[in-house]
Structures are given as C-alpha cells and as structure tokens.
C-alpha cells in the first residue's frame, strides 16, 4: 500500500508533466507520466476517465486516488455525493477487492460448524494477532455460522510455528480456540507433519490480505479488521 506521506511528497513536486499531454491526454499518457514518481517499484494497474469532475482513476493493487486530465494533480481521499452522500471510492475499491468464494482453497483453512452452518465466511488470522484474538471471541458467541479459517502467518516465526502445531493436532480447530480464546498452547507437532503455510501466505499475497483478520463473505465482499457482532451480522444479512 502506497504511503500517504510518499503520495503528499509527490503531490508536493506537482508532477510538471503538462507538456506531456498537450497532444493526447489520454490515460497512457497518464501512467507514463506518473508512475515513475510514484518510488521504485510502484506499478500503476490502470488509469480510468470517471463519470465525475473531469477525474482519472488511477489503481495500484487494492488502492485507488485521483488525477487530473493533465495530470498535474494528485488527489487523494474519497468521492462522495454530496446529495446522497454515496461514497464512490468505496464502491470502487469493495469492486475492485471483490472474489470468487468459490476458488478459494478451502482445504487449506480449518473449518468449524457452529448451529446449522448455512452462513458461511472464510477469514485469514495469524495467531499472534490480538485483533484476531477479539475477533475470535466474536466469533465465540455466534451461531449458525461456518468459519473456514486461513491461518496466515504475517506476524513472526513464531506465527508459523504455533499454526504449524495446530494445523497437526487431533482437532485443529479446538486447538486454535484454546489458543486464540483461552491462551492455551498448542501441544508441539510432530517432524513428519506438513501445513499448507507456503499455499495461504500465497494465496494471501495474491487476494491483498495485508492485515489480519481479513474476513470473506459469499458474495466475494470483505471487511478488513476485527468487526463486532452487531456488524457482522447484519452483513450476514445483507447477503442473498
């Protein structure tokens, strides 16, 4: 994720690029312009006129700010109406971090069946993260959910270690609520077991999961951060 206080820098130098779209204006002309300003190795996915103010989208991965047509400008934050107060960025952004549910590899991830089971998320936890710890005692509470849970070691060593010892154990997913709800240590796993750790870092990095927990629901939405109950489940409603 780009750092604000890189893109106020760039904002800073104002990009003194108009020349470059006196003949075309067009979005390749954008990028080719911007991009090398924004750090090494910072690429721009795309560049898009919006139906609004005369602004171009630029996206770099998950994130999403704004340019001018001439591209003098960089304007960062979000779009709103200010009749409806519809936010367009964050419509933007929930598109374009939307996934197929369904391709997800769910024989990676721990799975638990509390009631009926008919609602269904996936979320990605490191064991060490507190957030997570929360979040799991949310989860504690619920009923008629099934949580499929990808532990996604971000955190230390030590996160692979200790989801290593609960992806071995009898019941993996008792294992990781004594851990993550009753601070009990996973019992040490044996040498000849394997976690698919290197599969969910992978696929981790691949779905922009920067922070845990990161919750998936059905209709391929999600919400970052460890969410209340009131909050998940009314999104458990929303969803058909």
Request: proline share 3%; net charge positive.
């Given at each position: 994720?780009?750092k ?11 990009l003194?690029?108009a020349g ?7 979005e390749?002309a ?10 090494e ?9 919006t ?6 989208e630029?996206?770099?991965g ?11 400008y ?5 779009v ?12 933007r ?7 197929k ?15 009926n089971?008919?609602?269904?998320i ?37 996160s ?8 071995c ?7 990781w ?12 796993a ?13 696929l981790?990095q691949?779905?922009r999961v ?9 209709d391929?939405?999600?919400?970052p ?10 999104k ?5």
């Open positions: 994720m780009i604000l206080n890189k893109l106020a820098a760039v904002l800073a130098l104002g003194a690029a470059a779209f006196a003949q075309t204006g067009t390749a954008i990028k080719k312009a911007i991009e090398p300003r924004l750090g190795g910072v690429k721009i996915d795309s560049v898009t006129k139906p609004y103010a005369g602004l171009y630029i996206r770099i998950g994130d999403i700010f704004y340019t001018d047509a001439k591209g003098e960089l304007f960062l934050g979000r709103v109406n200010s009749k409806t107060f519809e936010d367009y960025t964050k419509a952004t929930d598109e374009i971090n939307r996934i549910f369904s391709d997800l590899p769910l024989d990676a991830a721990m799975k638990q069946v509390k009631g089971g008919k609602r269904v996936a979320v990605f936890e490191d064991p060490n993260c507190g957030y997570c710890k929360r979040f799991r005692q949310t989860l504690n509470e619920m009923d008629n959910v099934t949580v499929y849970t990808f532990m996604y070691n971000i955190l230390s060593e030590d692979v270690t200790k989801s290593r010892n609960i992806w154990s009898a019941d993996r997913a008792r294992a609520d004594d851990w993550m709800i009753r601070g009990k240590q996973p019992e040490a044996a040498a000849s077991c394997t976690t698919p750790h290197e599969k969910v870092f992978a981790g691949r779905l920067t922070g845990t927990p990161t919750i998936f629901f059905t391929g939405s999600r919400i951060g460890a969410v209340d109950a009131k909050t998940l489940e009314s458990l409603a929303s969803i058909k």
